[in-house]
């Protein structure tokens, strides 16, 4: 193993988007038991360092490629394509209205069915959006669609948070 390796070459996985997420599950285990840190206690308080900071590392990797927001957005910064989600809220005109429009739904919401019908939405975008990163990334190689994306997906779960604490507060 090698710090500097990528996320998929650490996981031996292809670097492609589409994952199966039951064999991350299995290799990140696999890799925990490698590097944890109580297998070098006998080498001394240095080799326990660094099986710490492979364990980080390992760590850091998982939590990347197991989420597909989180593995599309590390793809695309590989393939030059920075999501600059901090800098770079340009989003399509139509994406814009259908964010406002759920927004305003969300704000008027007084009833669980309309919560219901709007979080089923939601994820019936997430769905889509996802899929999408699917084609852009393994099939079209085009990363910078697939950043924009991205930061579509991050506004999505953002607004899916909110949703989940409008029907918490309407006691669903």
């Known amino acids: 193993m090698n710090l500097n390796d990528t996320d998929f070459e650490l996981f031996s996985v ?5 994952q199966d997420r039951a064999a991350l599950d299995a290799r990140w285990k696999e890799l925990q038991r490698e590097a944890h ?3 070098f206690a006998a ?11 492979w364990s980080v590392r390992i760590n850091e990797a998982y939590q990347r490629l197991k989420d597909p927001v989180k593995r599309a957005a590390y793809l695309c ?13 340009a989003m399509p005109p139509a994406f814009l209205m259908q964010q406002m429009e759920w927004r305003e739904t969300l704000d008027d919401a ?5 919560v219901d019908a709007l979080r ?4 019936t975008a997430r769905a889509v959006a ?7 990334i393994d099939e079209e190689g085009d990363h910078p669609a697939a950043a924009q994306q991205v930061r579509a997906l991050m506004f999505i779960e953002r607004f ?6 409008k029907a918490d507060q309407l006691g669903q």
Request: negative net charge.
């Open 14 to 18: 292809p670097t492609m988007f589409a």
């Open 37 to 39: 840190p109580d297998r």
């Open 43 to 53: 080498q001394g308080p240095a080799a326990q360092r660094l099986a710490m900071q």
């Open 77 to 89: 910064e590989q393939r030059g394509s920075s999501i600059n989600a901090e800098t770079n809220t």
């Open 110 to 114: 007084t009833k669980v069915e309309v």
């Open 120 to 123: 089923t939405e939601v994820e």
């Open 160 to 165: 899916a948070d909110d949703v989940e604490s």
């Open 130 to 136: 996802l899929s999408s990163l699917d084609r852009f």
